[in-house]
């Protein structure tokens, strides 16, 4: 069974980091495109971050471009995501997703992590 757990999310003041860690098991997926997503209260699921299988490339939104980065770690098959310089407006349930064959759309998802930013 295929499973991705999110860890690291809760509570920060504006200005501080949090570290997101997102497990994969059941499969690996050293060889798939794995993001980051969130939603916050009262939107839509948007893209964070992605990372191309391998960790050859990165992509970012522009809301969170120079303060968050995303890796992987292949022997762990885990992804993280480093939160830095957080703002209320980061406040969202973060998700974790991965590529099915290296395809297009995300076929996997995790539960999600919430993450709150006070101000």
């Known amino acids: 069974q295929v499973q991705l757990v999110e860890s690291g999310g809760g509570l920060v003041q504006a200005g501080g980091s949090l570290r997101l860690s997102c497990a994969a098991s059941g499969r690996t997926f050293s060889s798939e495109t794995m993001g980051w997503f969130r939603q916050a209260p009262g939107k839509e699921r948007e893209f964070v971050a992605r990372?191309?299988?391998?960790?050859?490339?990165?992509y970012y939104a522009d809301s969170v471009k120079g303060r968050f980065t995303i890796s992987r770690d292949l022997a762990k098959n885990t992804v993280y995501l480093q939160m830095n310089s957080l703002k209320p407006e980061d406040t969202a349930v973060y998700y974790c997703?991965?590529?099915?064959?290296?395809?297009?759309?995300?076929?996997?998802w995790g539960q999600g992590t919430q993450v709150t930013v006070s101000s």
């Open positions: 990372i191309t299988r391998g960790g050859g490339r990165t």
């Open positions: 997703a991965a590529t099915r064959n290296n395809g297009v759309s995300y076929a996997y």
